[in-house]
């Protein structure tokens, strides 16, 4: 579950509450959920910042969480690579990520996230070429 907000107004920043508790209502409990703030290039417009993003995040038991701009696309790829990767995860026998942990973007950067799942990808890829009858 993708839920975006414009860090350039608080309201729909106020508004992720409420869609946090819908989410908890009506999805499976290992649901996904990624906060994510967009419109990060109005840098002077800004009016949420990251560290409250974080905290909203820690309070509701979010991991993930993102920064983007649509309108540059910048970190765009990286969201949707690792959104992709999760759910094949979750769907192949994975484990929930709705963890209560930090948010991962706290510690790690999007541009690390993208190259932790090309890494996973090219791993997988050379299990499963590793594990054919024919080599």
Not at 40 to 58: G, T
Not at 76 to 102: H, I, M, W
Request: aromatic letters at 8%; one cysteine or more; hydrophobic letters at 30%.
């Amino acid at each position: 579950m993708l839920l975006c907000y414009d860090a350039t107004r608080i309201e729909t920043f106020e508004n992720v509450v409420s869609w946090i508790e819908e989410v908890r209502n009506h999805a499976k409990e290992d649901a996904v959920v990624y906060l994510i703030a967009n419109k990060i290039d109005l840098v002077s417009q800004r009016e949420v910042s990251r560290q409250q993003a974080i905290d909203l995040c820690k309070s509701h038991k979010i991991s993930k969480y993102f920064e983007t701009s649509a309108k540059t696309g910048e970190f765009v790829d990286e969201v949707f690579s690792l959104a992709c990767k999760e759910c094949y995860d979750v769907f192949n026998g994975g484990y929930p990520r709705l963890t209560g942990e930090e948010p991962e973007e706290a510690e790690n950067s999007p541009k690390k996230k993208k190259k932790k799942v090309l890494k996973g990808l090219r791993e997988e890829k050379k299990e499963k070429q590793s594990s054919s009858c024919c080599k």
